[in-house]
């Protein structure tokens, strides 16, 4: 039972322009979010997450929005660069501050291109 | 400072054979977590251990079993191999108290041959 599902397996996106990367969850007891990028033969990398009492946290290029009525957040790349050519994980956890155990959507593959 | 680091980076083991892998965390982390990533699976929770504790575990057979170290260090077991246990591998580690984000390490692909 997938409980965070990233629908969009891939993502194409020419450079300087704005990447929106989506994620819906089930699980309304999840209280953090959290965004990872992953490149081949290495592990995932913590990009920005957003406590649930947050609608919108910002880290440069990166936003991520949550609306959580429906249940959907969303990561924001702008502008979008080659370097950031990679999968993309949007994870959730209900373990508040002690996060635990992490719920992964099956990731999406962001494009970029010249 | 030093990442999250894996060992072995591959491993290649034969069906009904048992595998150790092995983790260090980052220092000063407490928690470490692992994860079984496959392409139809994606990224499946195995446990987690938080001062030598078990704190979490996800939804695998008892094949699979894990420990932590009183230096944080970690190991996760794998008895009696099947096919389906090929996998990358990989464990994270974080602070234990919220601090945002896992740092991950690189994992170890396993084959089961």
């Known amino acids: 039972d997938q409980q965070v599902k990233q629908n969009s397996p891939s993502l194409s996106v020419q450079e300087g322009r704005i990447s929106i990367l989506n994620c819906d969850y089930t699980?309304?007891?999840?209280?953090?979010f959290l965004w990872y990028k992953k490149y081949p033969a290495e592990g995932p990398t913590f990009l920005i997450s957003i406590s649930s009492i947050k609608d919108k946290n910002e880290d440069g290029r990166f936003t991520v929005f949550l609306n959580k009525s429906a249940k959907h957040l969303s990561l924001h790349i702008v502008p979008s660069q080659p370097g950031d050519s990679a999968v993309y994980f949007c994870a959730a956890s209900s373990g508040g501050s002690t996060l635990g155990r992490l719920y992964f959507g099956r990731g999406t593959q962001l494009t970029v291109w010249p | 400072k030093a990442g999250v680091t894996q060992t072995p980076r591959y491993l290649i083991k034969t069906r009904g054979q048992q595998v150790t892998l092995s983790c260090s965390p980052i220092s000063g982390h407490r928690s470490v977590s692992w994860y079984q990533q496959t392409p139809g699976q994606g990224l499946q929770f195995l446990f987690e251990y938080f001062s030598e504790t078990q704190r979490n575990k996800g939804n695998f057979p008892g094949r699979f079993s894990g420990r932590q170290f009183s230096n944080s260090r970690s190991e996760m077991n794998v008895s009696t191999l099947e096919l389906g246990d090929s996998a990358l591998y990989l464990c994270a580690s974080s602070l234990g108290n919220g601090v945002p984000g896992y740092t991950f390490g690189s994992g170890t692909r396993l084959t089961v041959v």
């Open positions: 699980n309304s007891m999840f209280d953090y």
